[in-house]
């Protein structure tokens, strides 16, 4: 998959027809490989969504809106990662890029299977090109009722929105960022899931309640950054392991005395995907399996 996404790759190739060729190649392997190995192929796509040509970006796009309708976990799980890369280009210049791109924004966001934040994913959307529909978007988020068990996926939907509304000045935007935060946590079983918030939300607010003079807001945001802190604590006892370190640890419990030799391809590629599940925390025991 390398070969074909690099930078100079078959899918950047000039002639249509062998880029629609090994497009199809890409889908074949989406359709087949491992779900859990998903993520690493991610990484690849990634590359051909950040082109400097356009070309490469629609089949980037194509496998993304292809995942999230046949593969839908892997796309779920790797929101807080694919949001981004399929964001940036709902601002292109290229009608067909901004087009498929709004519409592959709307499938991954539907994968989240959070029917709370199902009403705004159109409105979140939005917000991304229309920096003006962002305090509409807060303020009705903020009047939500959220009854669902939130998980990863729904945070790392509205994690985008929430850091353009800490950035405007409105104390009173701030205080209803932190209301939102505060009332999503309080649904958050597993603090795995919180984890979405803590890199960017949890500085994003702290920074916010030091600008508050507002004695009211400035509890608001007070209340959800000890929720977020509480599980940035829970998760210390979450360490993520880099591929060679599993790979050691594979090796140190497999190879012995009368045992073949493990195939040093095959080893890389499961400790790189045992590395991604650790990474999203991903620990159930039929995806190790």
């Known amino acids: 998959m390398n070969s074909i996404c690099s930078e100079d790759g078959y899918i950047s190739n000039k002639n249509r027809n062998v880029r629609e060729f090994y497009f199809d190649i890409m889908i074949d392997i989406l359709d087949h490989i491992n779900s859990n190995a998903i993520t690493l192929i991610l990484q690849d796509i990634y590359k051909i969504l950040n082109h400097r040509r356009w070309e490469p970006q629609y089949y980037g796009l194509k496998c993304i809106l292809h995942l999230s309708t046949n593969r839908v976990n892997s796309i779920t799980r790797n929101l807080q990662e694919v949001i981004p890369h399929v964001s940036d280009l709902m601002v292109s210049s290229k009608q067909d890029i901004s087009e498929l791109s709004k519409e592959t924004m709307y499938a991954i966001c539907k994968t989240s299977g959070n029917k709370d934040i199902e009403p705004f994913i159109e409105q979140i959307i939005k917000s991304v090109i229309l920096p003006e529909e962002v305090s509409n978007c807060v303020h009705a988020l903020a009047s939500t009722v959220f009854v669902q068990k939130v998980e990863a996926p729904a945070l790392a939907i509205v994690e985008p929105l929430l850091m353009r509304g ?40 702290d920074k916010a309640k030091d600008m508050i003079t507002d004695f009211e807001a400035k509890g608001v945001v007070e209340k959800a950054l000890i929720d977020l802190n509480n599980i940035s604590n829970q998760l210390l006892e979450y360490k993520s392991l880099t591929p060679e370190l599993v790979l050691k640890i594979i090796q140190k419990e497999c190879c012995f005395e009368n045992v073949i030799d493990l195939d040093s391809k095959m080893m890389d590629y499961i400790s790189t995907m045992c590395s991604h599940l650790i990474s999203q925390r991903l620990f159930d025991k039929n995806a190790w399996e």
Request: hydrophobic share 50%.
């Open 166 to 205: 800490l950035k405007e000045n409105k104390i009173a935007m701030k205080r209803k960022v932190a209301s939102i935060v505060a009332n999503m946590l309080v649904l958050v079983d597993n603090p795995c899931d919180g984890a979405t918030f803590i890199d960017r939300v949890l500085p994003g607010l």
